[in-house]
C-alpha cells in the first residue's frame, strides 16, 4: 500500500469520527433524547459518506453502533435527503429536528 492511500484512509476514518462525535456533543448541548441522540448519531455516519460519495447501509451502521441483533438490521442504502447534501452537519441535524417536530 502506497502512503497516499493510508493518509486518505486515516483522514477518511477521522472524519467519520468527528463527525460521530459533533452528534454526541449536539446531544448532550440540547439534552436530547435517547431516541434523537441515535438518529443523530446515524445521520452523523450518512452526512460523512455523503463527503466521500461512499455507500454506507444500515449493516454498516449497525456494525459502528455495535448491535448485534442483526435479525432487524437491513442491507439497505442509507442516504441524505437532496436538500441536506450540500449543508454543513450541524445544519443538517438542525433541518432534521425541524422535520422531526
Request: hydrophobic share 45%.
Amino acid at each position: 500500500m502506497n502512503q497516499n492511500y493510508l493518509n486518505q484512509l486515516g483522514h477518511k476514518a477521522t472524519t467519520y469520527f468527528k463527525a460521530r462525535q459533533a452528534a454526541i456533543d449536539y446531544v448532550q448541548k440540547w439534552d436530547l433524547d435517547d431516541d434523537i441522540a441515535t438518529d443523530l448519531v446515524i445521520i452523523s455516519q450518512v452526512w460523512a459518506a455523503n463527503l466521500y460519495g461512499d455507500v454506507i447501509r444500515e449493516h454498516d451502521i449497525a456494525m459502528r453502533l455495535n448491535i448485534t441483533d442483526a435479525e432487524y438490521i437491513k442491507n439497505d442504502e442509507l442516504l441524505l435527503s437532496a436538500d441536506m447534501k450540500d449543508l454543513q452537519l450541524v445544519e443538517v441535524f438542525e433541518r432534521y429536528l425541524d422535520n422531526a417536530t
